[in-house]
């Protein structure tokens, strides 16, 4: 499939990756947060299955393809300025590698 | 307040910017994507108001300072690499400055 300009814009920005906003379509849940290149947006896009750039791979990620936690795509939007795309997701198994549901497991002290 | 030494760690990844995502505490409906740098995060966790980098001004950001549309921080988390913050908040007004509730607005259309 093709991509509109506008996302097209976006992907070619940040060294071409954009920041992808996971979050479980069921419960509202903040997953993770992962990025995308334009091939991973349109392998995802294509396949309703969340595809990311691994950065620290350097690699298309189909996520939960060893795992088995995929994610399938419920609706995607990008932001107003075009420079983040949130993703809503149905999360099989669980979405972080720790084994918690939530990649954002990790509660920051607040002062008072 | 000083903050713990993963925090730090973090903020010294990615030319000292952390990807936040802004989720609405009530409403758990995704704000936003914006960035903190140290000082950004610092002053968030003590004030309780969301204050971010904004990298297109290259300044500190009060989120709603000209607006009137502030946040007010209800928890923080980290995530399981340490390279995101999810900050969930109660929004005043809204959270776009094109005037919707989120900056999610513009839907992508996914094939088949």
């Known amino acids: ?11 070619d920005r940040e060294n071409g990756l954009v920041a ?5 379509d069921e419960s509202n849940e903040v997953l993770m947060l992962a990025w995308m290149n334009r091939e991973a947006l349109e392998k ?8 990311y750039w691994s950065r620290s ?4 990620w189909v996520k939960g393809a060893t795992s088995g936690n995929t994610q399938e ?3 995607a939007s990008v932001d107003c300025d075009g420079d983040a795309i949130l993703l809503r997701v149905h999360q099989k198994g ?3 590698h720790t084994g918690a549901h939530s ?5 920051i002290e607040i002062s008072g």
Chains 1, 2 share one sequence.
């Open 1 to 11: 499939m093709k991509i509109s300009a506008d996302l097209a814009n976006l992907l």
């Open 20 to 24: 992808v906003v996971v979050q479980e």
């Open 44 to 51: 995802t896009l294509e396949s309703h299955e969340a595809t």
């Open 57 to 60: 791979r350097n690699e298309l």
């Open 73 to 75: 795509v419920v609706s």
């Open 94 to 96: 669980v979405a972080c």
């Open 103 to 107: 990649c954002f497991s990790n509660e």
